[in-house]
């Protein structure tokens, strides 16, 4: 049974029913919304990476390789940046060194720490498909709004990010 369409009605709980602070309608409608614009916004871009050969996680992945330091992170904090679970990450890497784009690398001074590290290949990969990722996301995020409502989503968005940022750190 899909929870999000669940009423008092239907559920059972170990809480009162009175302690349970069900959504109104208007917040619903909020969260609806964001359930199916999270949802469909990935899969476009997703469907839109496909011509190169990428899935939007492999697309993330050299995005925050690109941006680190020598092109190179430790597998755990590439884990922790792109929301993955270190056994998800290593199979991931592993099928992105097939491609060539990635290598693994040992950390000097650490025998058990490995790095990820975008190879040259990965990095001409990056700046081919940068940019129609950055049209792709314009074209279906960006410019649906006005510039008021992007510092309003903004502003809406950001301390529910702090939120999870903050309760994740505590796991």
């Known amino acids: 049974m899909d929870t999000h369409t669940l009423d008092a009605d239907d559920v059972s709980s170990s809480r009162p029913e009175e302690e349970t602070p069900w959504l109104t309608a208007r917040e619903q409608r909020l969260w609806r919304a964001h359930l199916e614009v999270a949802k469909l916004l990935d899969y476009q871009l997703g469907r839109e990476l496909q011509p190169h050969n990428l899935a939007i996680n492999d697309y993330e992945i050299l995005v925050v390789l690109s941006e680190a330091p020598e092109r190179r992170m430790r597998m755990t904090d590439l884990a922790t940046a792109t929301l993955q679970s270190k056994s998800r990450l290593s199979h991931q ?79």
Request: with cysteine; glycine share 8%.
């Open 93 to 171: 890497i592993t099928r992105m060194e097939t491609a060539g784009l990635v290598l693994r690398q040992e950390c000097p001074g650490d025998r058990r720490g490995l790095y990820a590290h975008l190879t040259e290949q990965g990095w001409a990969t990056m700046q081919k498909v940068a940019p129609d990722h950055v049209r792709s996301v314009r074209a279906h995020f960006i410019d649906r709004f006005t510039p008021e409502q992007l510092d309003a989503m903004y502003e809406a968005l950001a301390p529910v990010a702090e939120h999870l940022r903050g309760l994740r750190g505590r796991s």
